[in-house]
């Protein structure tokens, strides 16, 4: 049973991480999904006016516009889930960025061919690319992390297994808005690494 491999790259004041959790017990994604208590998944790289019926985009603008970009048509990746929140629980690992307040966001990404999604090689190989994109941010007190996990695409009326990516990015500060602000700066530089990768995938 494939456990958590874990790869660390630090940098002054910002830390950049991917993970594969494939265990029985971890997370996992069924693509497309519904909630039974209303929400749903919104096909905004094929109808971007849906982008106006994700809740969390109209209370985060900022994860607005990051859906919106990963969703344009020259990324290599669509979008699943996503959530954002404020928090003041600090793990000991976060400790190093002296914050008593985070900002976190996670977005499930989905490769947009369909030949990516069953190929946890390309899966591994794009985490390990941004991360060390990552490795070039500026020193500011912000964190990603990268988890490749199962995912269970459904369609004509079959499914087949595969893989996604979870991006989780953080913001550290001394107060809620300070935290929140560093997350924007955070998620815009997890945005940049996506769009330079999906250039360099049409080389």
Same mark, same amino acid.
């Given at each position: 049973m494939p456990g958590l491999i874990a790869h660390l790259?630090?940098?002054p004041c910002v830390q950049a991480e991917f =993970?594969? @959790?494939l265990g029985t017990d971890d997370e996992t994604l069924e693509f497309p999904w519904a909630s039974p208590e209303g929400p749903r998944y919104y096909d905004v790289k094929r109808q971007p006016e849906l982008l106006l019926e994700i809740e969390e985009a109209h209370a985060n603008p900022e994860l607005g516009e990051f859906l919106r970009a990963i969703n344009s048509t020259i990324s290599i990746f669509e979008t699943a889930k996503c959530d954002a929140w404020p928090s003041t629980e600090i793990s000991p690992e976060e400790e190093i960025f002296g914050a008593s307040h985070k900002f976190s966001s996670y977005v499930d990404l989905v490769f947009t061919a369909e030949t990516s999604?069953?190929?946890f090689p390309e899966h591994e190989q794009r985490a390990k690319q941004l991360t060390a994109l990552l490795q070039r941010v500026? @020193?500011?007190p912000s964190a990603a992390e990268f988890l490749i996990r199962r995912c269970y695409f459904h369609g004509d009326g079959a499914t087949q297994d595969g893989f996604y990516i979870t991006a989780y990015v953080f913001g550290y500060g001394d107060d809620a808005e300070q935290a929140r602000q560093r997350w924007v700066i955070g998620l815009k530089l997890v945005?940049? =690494?996506i769009r330079q990768l999906s250039a360099r995938s049409r080389e």
């Open positions: 790259i630090y940098h =993970a594969v @959790e999604r069953g190929s500026p @020193e500011i945005e940049n =690494a």
